[in-house]
């Protein structure tokens, strides 16, 4: 009896929980901007997350390109980080919105997912927004192109001049 009482009051103060109101977010954001070596972008978020409630180490999700991920959460249980990488090819310059959901939020996503109903209807507790100036995926034309190119074009020019030298 005693163990059924622990583990019922275990789970109320599971589905209790500390539920984040009046969020207040403050993101930085980091994008992989160089693409000439690497095969895959990588989008970082790194955001704290304050409430007016004083609530503290909130389970989050974020909505990304790759589906619902979990959101990783410091110590402290303020500092939160989402990432996630895309291939270089398919990777969009412009705004990533990142929507953030908490438990109820994430419970309520997945029911609507489970049962076909349009997700945007589910509201996120906060959204961020990521912004990606793009990858530099290198110069147009590869320096070996230029260099045979310009080898070429003195090769001739040579040659050229020999055959006039020759011609007088």
């Known amino acids: 009896m005693k163990a059924f009482i622990v583990i019922l009051a275990t789970c109320v103060a599971y589905a209790v929980g500390d539920a984040c109101e009046g969020p207040q977010i403050e993101t930085v954001s980091f994008t992989t901007k160089d693409a000439t070596l690497v095969t895959k972008i990588a ?40 990432s996630w990488v895309e291939d270089t090819a398919t990777a969009k310059s412009g705004d990533h919105l990142v929507k953030l959901y908490d438990d109820q939020g994430y419970a309520a996503l997945r ?41 070429i074009l003195i090769y001739y020019y040579a040659f050229s001049q020999k055959a006039q030298l020759m011609s007088k």
Request: net charge negative; with cysteine.
């Open 43 to 82: 989008y970082i978020a790194d955001f704290t997350l304050s409430c007016s409630n004083g609530a503290k180490d909130v389970s989050l999700y974020a909505e990304t390109v790759d589906g619902v991920v979990g959101v990783a959460r410091s110590v402290d249980g303020v500092k939160y980080q989402v």
């Open 111 to 151: 029911k609507a997912q489970r049962s076909g109903e349009d997700t945007t209807a589910v509201s996120a507790i906060a959204t961020i927004n990521l912004y990606h100036p793009g990858a530099y995926k290198g110069p147009w034309v590869q320096s070996e192109t230029m260099a045979i190119f310009f080898a």
